[in-house]
């Protein structure tokens, strides 16, 4: 079936956390706003049907029953579009409590799953894949869960997301809320394994050219390179893991979720996610751990570095210091200085220093200290 497009409508003006204008594709309207927004705060909504297909459904008839034949309703919101969360308490999608339309509009959240009358709230996160982003500048997304209608809740465009829409779009749409949930959740972790994938190639680039500066196959590593690279993996492993151990929580609070509307092949779903999670957070701290090391040893190399230098200052000190007692003494320009008189008397001491020199070195050798 050929989906029909959605009229045009106005365009909203999207406003990050501080109020100001948001620009560039990390704008959830800029690529994923469907064409009709008579109401700014409605990305799109979709009434899905058993066999997979979709039909999309105007601003003006969100609030209405499903479709004849339909299972269920995706409304996609834009968190950030003026009225978002009055748009949603009264019940421009249908009923919603204020509560809900709160929480699902915040802006700053955490990975969670809570039961409530209606339905379940579950709020994820995934990796930032915009263009000029930073992965680890993880995007929220807030879900509102019932037995006929998921509402979506984005502040920034999510590419899971996009791919989802396509689905639908395609005809290929998931037969159940539940379903769709637990793709979401798949989506979401699928784009994550690359980004770790990544963290772990740089972790292993770092430690092979550890190795070689210590087998003298390359030149000695700056110090200060070496740890500004460490602190750059260590800050990107700290904020991926500071929201995927929620997430792995989350998905397993969802799947134990008696109300939660999830057949026993979805919450299986949700378990193999929520273990690809602890997997992803395994690595993570593996990561973190080899960071560890590496930066341990570069410490370890850079005070060996400063001990050896040291040890090579004391060892001179210790040869010069009874040259400079020898030459302090007959110095003092007074009378009785032996060879003073004597044309080769300075010869002579200057034979005599090196002599003391070449036994210090002996000794030195001798009781091993050098």
Known sequence: MTLKPIPPR???VSRDLTGAPRQGPDRASDHDRAPDMAVPALLWAYDVFPDG??????PREAHHPL?????WRWVHVDGLAPGAEAWLAAGGCGPLSDIVAEALTETDTRPRAQAARDGALVFLRGVNLNEGADP??????RVWLEETRVITVVLRRLLTVAELRGRMEAGVAPDRPGLFVTEL?????????????????RADDMEDRAAEAALGMIDPLDPRETRRDLAELRRVVIALRRY??????????????????????????????????????EDLDAVRERAMVLAEEAAARAAERSNRAMYVLSIVTAVFLPL?????????????LPGAATPWGFAAFVVMLALVAGGELWLIRKLRLL
């Open 10 to 12: 106005a365009a909203a």
């Open 53 to 58: 297909r979709a039909q999309p459904v105007t």
């Open 67 to 71: 479709a004849e034949g339909a299972a």
């Open 136 to 141: 680890e500048d993880m995007i929220s997304i």
């Open 185 to 201: 959740a798949e989506g979401l972790a699928a784009r994550m394994a690359p980004v770790l994938d990544a963290l772990e190639d």
């Open 244 to 281: 995927l151990v929620p997430q792995r929580e989350a998905l397993a609070e969802l799947r134990r979720m008696a109300g939660a509307p999830l057949d026993d092949v979805e919450r299986a779903e949700l378990a193999e996610t929520g273990d690809r999670m602890t997997r992803y957070v």
């Open 324 to 336: 400079g007692f020898l030459t302090g003494l007959l110095g003092v320009n007074l009378g009785g």
